[in-house]
C-alpha cells in the first residue's frame, strides 16, 4: 500500500514572499511519479509540478519548485515569490505501482496582501 | 480543445434511486479515474481504468461500478445510492506511458452529488 501525508492543514505567506508545503509519502515502489496539484476555489484540479522518481534533479516550473529527498520520502513544494492568486488546496500525490494513485489530505495555503 | 467533461455537474438524489455520471474525454488517454473528495480526507480513487475493458478498483470502491467501453468514455454508476456517497466526484485521464506528459492527470470539472 502506499500513503502520502500533509502534515499542514493550513498554512499562510505574505504575498511576495516564500512558503514551503511539506509532504511525506511510502510505497514499496522503486518507480514512481509525485505530483503538486492545486485546488482553487472553482474546484478545478490543475497540474502544479511533477517528479519522476528515478530523476535526482528537482523539478522546477517557473515560481514552483520542490525538494525530493528519494531516501526520506520526502516532497515539498516551494512557491517563491508567492501571489494572490497562489490562494487555494494544494494537494500532494504518488502515482505509484499498477497505476494506483494516493492523494493527500492537503493543504490550505492563503496568500495574504 | 483538450478536455475532460463531466455530466451532470450537480445532482441531487434520493437513496436507492440508480444513477450515472458520465465521463469523456478527447485526447485519446488510455488511463482514466474516478475519485470523490470530502472535506478532510482528500481525493480517494474509486476505479480506474488502463484501457478499454480494463479496470481495476481503488481505495474505495465500495457502492460504485464502472465500464470502459470504449476508449473516451468511462462512466460512473451508483446502483443504491446511500447518503455516504454525498460528495465532489472527479474524473481524470492521462496518458500511461513516460515522457513530457506522461501520467500527468487532467480532470473534469467535478459533479457535486448530494443523496439524502
Known amino acids: 500500500a502506499q500513503t502520502v501525508t500533509q502534515s499542514q492543514p493550513e498554512m499562510s505567506v505574505q504575498e511576495a514572499e516564500t512558503v514551503t508545503l511539506s509532504c511525506t509519502y511510502d510505497?514499496?515502489?522503486?518507480?514512481?511519479?509525485l505530483f503538486w496539484y492545486k485546488q482553487p476555489p472553482s474546484r478545478q484540479m490543475i497540474l502544479v509540478i511533477r517528479?519522476?522518481?528515478?530523476?535526482?534533479q528537482n523539478a522546477t516550473e517557473n515560481r514552483f519548485s520542490v525538494n525530493f529527498q528519494k531516501a526520506a520520502k520526502s516532497f515539498s513544494l516551494k512557491i517563491s515569490d508567492s501571489q494572490l492568486g497562489d490562494t487555494a488546496m494544494y494537494f500532494c500525490a504518488i502515482l505509484g505501482g499498477y497505476q494506483k494513485v494516493t492523494f493527500g489530505t492537503g493543504t490550505k495555503l492563503q496568500v495574504i496582501p | 480543445e483538450a478536455q475532460v467533461t463531466q455530466n451532470p455537474r450537480y445532482l441531487i438524489t434520493v437513496t436507492g434511486k440508480k444513477l450515472t455520471v458520465t465521463c469523456s474525454q478527447n485526447m485519446n488517454h488510455e488511463y482514466m479515474s474516478w475519485y470523490r473528495q470530502d472535506p478532510g480526507l482528500g481525493l480517494r480513487q474509486i476505479y480506474y481504468?488502463?484501457?478499454?475493458?480494463?479496470?481495476d478498483k481503488g481505495d474505495v470502491p465500495e457502492g460504485y461500478k464502472v465500464s470502459r467501453k470504449e476508449k473516451r468514455n468511462f462512466p460512473l454508476i451508483l446502483e443504491s445510492p446511500s447518503p455516504n456517497q454525498t460528495s465532489l466526484y472527479f474524473c481524470?485521464?492521462?496518458?500511461?506511458?513516460?515522457?513530457?506528459?506522461?501520467?500527468?492527470?487532467?480532470f473534469g470539472p467535478g459533479t457535486r452529488l448530494t443523496v439524502t
Open positions: 517528479q519522476e522518481a528515478y530523476k535526482q
Open positions: 481504468s488502463m484501457n478499454v475493458e480494463v479496470t
Open positions: 510505497t514499496s515502489e522503486n518507480n514512481y511519479y
Open positions: 481524470a485521464s492521462s496518458l500511461k506511458t513516460p515522457g513530457q506528459n506522461g501520467y500527468e492527470q487532467y
